[in-house]
């Protein structure tokens, strides 16, 4: 399946807004917890095996790292923070760049939050939609590695998700089941960020 953002490529990274590309066109930020599969889902849907793996060269973890798909469109994928034990000072700063990000950055469109199916709604996860809620940023999220329960199990997950979801007043929230392994969910994956990119439909999926 071609999409029409193959030819995305790496822009810059910036440490803060005021650093980041100017604030026009429209952008969607990727965000997850560490080892929730954002990296595979940016490159899956780029089609490209290494795109995301600039953000994990020394320095540009704790960044906004933006990836251009054409002149008016892109991709920023967000820090996200798991395993590794951060010092409270770095976190702090992380959160400040990223509240600013999301109240200031007029050209976001959506936030596109990756969490692994078998372990959603981490407080990463709650901070994200709150911030989304707060913001009235339209949210898309992903359960990604739904290859690693039955088809049955998956989806049992999505709906208990999604009720918690929908339990929250003034979030604009939709969901789906991803697997950059088996390339389940691409097409819609695909479809909110061309809608969300406002895609030229000629280039579309």
Not at 101 to 128: A, C, K, N, Q
Not at 135 to 147: C, G, N, Q, S, V
């Amino acid at each position: 399946m071609n999409t029409p953002y193959q030819n995305t490529h790496y822009l810059t990274s910036a440490p803060s807004v005021k650093n980041a590309p100017p604030d026009e066109g429209f952008e969607v930020a990727f965000a997850g917890r560490s080892n929730a599969g954002k990296s595979s889902a940016i490159n899956v849907i780029t089609q490209q095996k290494a795109l995301a793996r600039v953000s994990k060269t020394p320095g540009r973890t704790q960044m906004l790292n933006f990836f251009r798909v054409d002149d008016e469109r892109r991709l920023v994928d967000l820090p996200g923070y798991g395993y590794a034990q951060v010092p409270e000072a770095i976190q702090k700063t992380w959160r400040q760049a990223l509240e600013t990000y999301f109240s200031e950055r007029r050209s976001l469109r959506g936030v596109f939050l990756v969490m692994d199916i078998r372990h959603p709604l981490t407080p990463f996860d709650h901070r994200m939609i709150e911030w989304c809620r707060h913001w009235e940023l339209p949210l898309h999220i992903a359960l990604t590695k739904a290859d690693k329960l039955s088809r049955g199990g998956a989806l049992q997950t999505l709906r208990k998700v999604e009720a918690e979801l929908n339990a929250q007043e003034g979030l604009k929230v939709t969901l789906q089941l991803f697997s950059a392994l088996k390339r389940l969910g691409l097409e819609e994956a695909c479809a909110v960020l061309d809608r969300w990119l406002e895609m030229p439909q000629s280039h579309a999926v």
